[in-house]
């Protein structure tokens, strides 16, 4: 859905722009919950919540067209708060294997960058959440680090020094050089990896 | 593996595997869960958000003492209208008003034979001996402001509530609730309000000795009971931030204070 799409049907507030906001973002607000507590039971649950605290409080939302990102964020608040309340890590559900179509395909080229994505795909499970959710944000939700910081109400540092840390977690588990845990510049542009 | 040790990781190589991550889990069925989200949020009893039970030392203390007072006010009435009538021989107390025994007991009872203990105060008075009852917080604020939904990313907006001075709508407060810490949040409407006298007067509110301390930042940080808090002046009013668990240190307060700019 279009930021402005979704920023027009926040406006609107009614029961069916709250089905069409649910509709777009379910998949991914579940993704997210998911990907925290590692059980589809409570992942349901929390998606849920995290729904209904977003529709509570919409008025509240200060920009509507950053709807996903935010909803994005009540989500893993309230898995992470899950977490801690329950005391353990939920160590469940094993990340199902996926198949590209360019693997299946069988070019070596496309089948090696698969392998990549996987390995990737893989090592992004294994971040502790406060990692785990600005990276979302700002990979997958294209948030810049000031955007995220405000919405996460932390410090702009606080955010740079989590993907920091978090790139460095990745590249760790996927034994690559230092070089590859990069900072991100100023503004939340991707930067250069130093290598 | 070839090539593998030569990756890169790359900003386009992250977004692709959150997307494959996304793609690749197993979602439940949309129509069961937007069925609940609708009939909760049609129902207003459904709506009510979760309250963590919160078990602080003083809402026990409240409902210990409030069970006391009714056990030691029942005594102490029952005992009141014992002694209030003069034990003479010319009075012979009828058995319903006594409750008890009846004028065969009391002629049997004579002073000498009880306790020194057992005497009648001579006021007649109801001593009641219970510790002193705090008052509940406040109550449900109508017409609360825009409260941030999430304090820092540890803490969640429990409940919106307003705090009264003689009957009168005063503070308005937020309760934050936390894994392991619970927080208040004060804002009040008088501007240019010196700390100390904001502090003095939030206390009695809340019938907390707020206690001035050092200053830190833009904040002074003053102490009760066990915990601490924070206040400052800002241009639509005073705030404080309380930790009402005890169990945040001030420096942890003032930085999850500095996130409400």
Request: net charge negative.
């Amino acid at each position: 859905m279009e930021p402005n799409q979704a920023a027009q049907l926040v406006r609107q507030n009614n029961n069916d722009s709250r089905r069409a906001l649910f509709e777009a973002y379910y998949k991914r607000t579940f993704a997210v919950a998911y990907q925290i507590l590692r059980r589809r039971e409570n992942a349901e649950d929390i998606t849920q919540d995290a729904f209904i605290k977003a529709f509570q409080n919409l008025n509240q939302l200060q920009d509507a067209a950053k709807f996903g990102a935010w909803l994005a964020v009540i989500a893993s608040n309230l898995a992470r708060n899950y977490l801690k309340r329950e005391k353990r890590i939920l160590l469940t559900d094993e990340i199902p294997a996926f198949e590209s179509a360019e693997s299946r395909a069988g070019t070596e080229e496309s089948a090696l960058r698969s392998l990549e994505i996987e390995r990737v795909r893989k090592a992004i499970s294994s971040l502790p959440p406060d990692q785990y959710q600005v990276v979302v944000l700002q990979y997958y939700h294209d948030l810049k680090v000031d955007e995220i910081a405000r919405l996460l109400k932390i410090r702009s540092g606080t955010v740079k020094s989590r993907l920091f840390r978090a790139r460095q977690k990745l590249a760790a588990f996927l034994e690559l050089d230092d070089g590859s845990a990069c900072l991100t510049d100023e503004g939340g542009d991707r930067g250069r990896c130093q290598e | 593996m070839p090539g593998i040790e030569k990756m890169k990781l790359t900003d386009e190589l992250i977004r692709e595997a959150l997307q494959r991550e996304i793609d690749s889990i197993n979602i439940p069925s949309a129509d069961k869960a937007w069925i609940g989200i609708e009939a909760k949020l049609a129902d207003p009893r459904l709506l009510r958000p979760v309250k963590r039970r919160v078990y602080t030392w003083y809402r026990m203390a409240t409902v210990a003492a409030a069970c006391l007072l009714v056990v030691l006010g029942a005594a102490g009435l029952f005992r009141a209208t014992q002694f209030s009538a003069p034990l003479a021989d010319s009075e012979m107390i009828a058995d319903s008003e006594m409750g008890f025994g009846g004028a065969d007991d009391m002629a049997a009872l004579q002073v000498e034979d009880l306790p020194a203990e057992a005497e009648a105060p001579k006021d007649n008075s109801v001593r009641i001996f219970v510790e002193e009852i705090p008052p509940p917080l406040g109550e449900k604020d109508p017409l609360p402001p825009d409260w941030p939904l999430l304090l820092t990313d540890d803490y969640a907006l429990g409940e919106a509530i307003i705090l009264f001075a003689g009957g009168e709508p005063f503070y308005q407060g937020a309760l934050y609730y936390g894994a392991d810490a619970h927080l208040l949040l004060v804002k009040s409407a008088v501007v240019d309000e010196e700390l100390v006298p904001f502090l003095d007067h939030l206390g009695r509110h809340l019938q907390l000795d707020l206690l001035p301390g050092e200053k830190k930042e833009e904040f002074i940080v003053f102490t009760f009971e066990e915990s601490s808090g924070l206040a400052r002046q800002t241009a639509d009013g005073n705030q404080a931030l309380l930790d009402l668990s005890g169990s945040i240190s001030s420096e942890e307060l003032v930085n999850t204070a500095l996130t409400l700019d």
